[in-house]
Each structure stands twice: as C-alpha cells, then as structure tokens.
C-alpha cells in the first residue's frame, strides 16, 4: 500500500487478556520498527525486524510482550496478560534502509487502552 | 537523565510569529537528526532531516544543529493554525537503525 496501516487504530481490554496488533508496512520495506508513546512522552524503540528476523528486540519491556514478522511484511505485536501500565499509542514504522534514521514511514498507531 | 531533552510546552503564538522549538542531547555519537510534525491521533511525519552540523532550509522551516553545544533548533517563520501540532525531534548515530526520540512540544498557533 500507499503507507503503513496499522489495526485496529484502537483498542479497550480488560486487565489480564492478550492482544494482538497489526502493521502492514510500506511495500518493499525490509525494515520495520515498532515504538510505544505513552502519554506526554516521546517514542520509545521496542523491537526492530530486518525481513523476518529480529536482532534487537533490547526494547521489549517484559516478557508479556512479542512480535513476529511473515513473508517479510506484516508484523504482529503481540502483549498477553495486559496491564495498565501498557495503555499506550503503539507505533510501527518501516524503511528501505536500516541506518542513519533514513526514510522511516510511520503509520498512525494502535491506541491501547487496559482497563 | 534522558539522552533528548525538549521542553513538553505547551507554546501558544500567534499566526505569524516565528517559532523557535530545540532539543539538547547527551550523547556525542548523534550525527544524523530530524524533526517530526505529530498531529493528534496520527503517526509522525518527517519534517528535516539533517546531517552533522549546520543549517538546512525547506521553505517556511530551517533546522539547525550544533553539535558543539548538542543542541538542535527547529524554526518556523510565518506560522500558520495549520502548524498547530506535536513537534518532535529525533536523532540517531552513523550505523543505527534505533531512533532516539524527544518528549515533544506541543505548538499552538492561534489565528
């Protein structure tokens, strides 16, 4: 597509369930990034995938939380047993290239809300 | 203490000012910084993208950097409503793809 798409763009749980956020980057993009805003903050990295794979996931805050990437594209992030402290924008961004912050795309976010 | 400092504002000028929005940041590593445009409820949009230091124009924007000091500067002449938004900057080292972000600053310019 045009840009990243990001699903749902918001999303209430109740305390303890899982949940499962979607990016759709840009297509060709071999990068792809994900990064929490929490409120009044700025982003904070979570995990990064070139094609498939993740060298660095340093970002994830607990184990709760995982992602994976298939086919080289979409991307799941995925956080079980939620908590309030997870209620956050959830951001994923792609790029052709990995370094020098070039060409980063962002898509509009998951906004979470754990209640 | 953070790595990017930047003062959260809000900062309210009128239509037409000049705004002048900054970062400081620790880390001397930093060579290349942007600054994103984040209207509500939507992802951020990159404005500048800078390399070392000195000073880039791209019509009513000019950014900024001084890698001495390790400051950044954001500067927006003729401030329209429409500028009226979260403004963040980001910087990152040569061989990273990890951006490291600023809290933001709000911006409201009133008509």
């Known amino acids: 597509g045009a840009g990243v798409s990001q699903s749902p763009s918001n999303k209430v749980t109740e305390k303890g369930k899982d949940v499962e956020l979607r990016c759709d980057p840009i297509?060709?993009?071999?990068?792809l990034y994900w990064y929490r805003q929490s409120l009044g903050q700025g982003l904070e990295f979570l995990i990064y995938?070139?094609?498939?794979?993740?060298?660095?996931k340093s970002g994830l805050p607990s184990d709760r939380f995982s992602a994976e990437r298939t086919g080289g594209s979409v991307s799941t992030l995925t956080i079980q047993r939620t908590q309030q402290e997870d209620s956050a924008v959830y951001l994923c961004?792609?790029?052709?290239?990995?370094?020098?912050?070039?060409?980063?795309?962002f898509g509009s976010g998951t906004r979470l809300t754990v209640v | 203490q953070k790595e990017v400092e930047q003062d959260p504002g809000p900062l309210s000028v009128p239509e037409g000012a000049i705004v002048s929005l900054n970062c400081t940041y620790s880390?001397?590593?930093?060579?290349?910084f942007m600054w994103y445009r984040q209207y509500s409820r939507k992802g951020p949009e990159l404005l500048m993208y800078?390399?070392?230091?000195g000073n880039k124009e791209d019509g009513r924007f000019t950014a900024q950097v001084d890698k001495s000091s390790k400051y950044i500067s954001l500067f927006i002449r003729d401030s329209q409503p429409s500028d009226s938004a979260t403004y963040l900057c980001?910087?990152?080292?040569?061989?990273?793809?990890?951006?490291?972000f600023g809290s933001g600053t709000r911006l409201l310019v009133r008509p």
């Open positions: 961004a792609s790029s052709l290239v990995s370094r020098q912050g070039q060409g980063y795309t």
């Open positions: 297509s060709g993009h071999t990068a």
């Open positions: 880390n001397s590593a930093f060579q290349y």
């Open positions: 800078t390399y070392s230091s």
């Open positions: 980001a910087m990152t080292a040569d061989s990273s793809y990890k951006l490291i």
């Open positions: 995938f070139q094609g498939n794979s993740a060298p660095d």
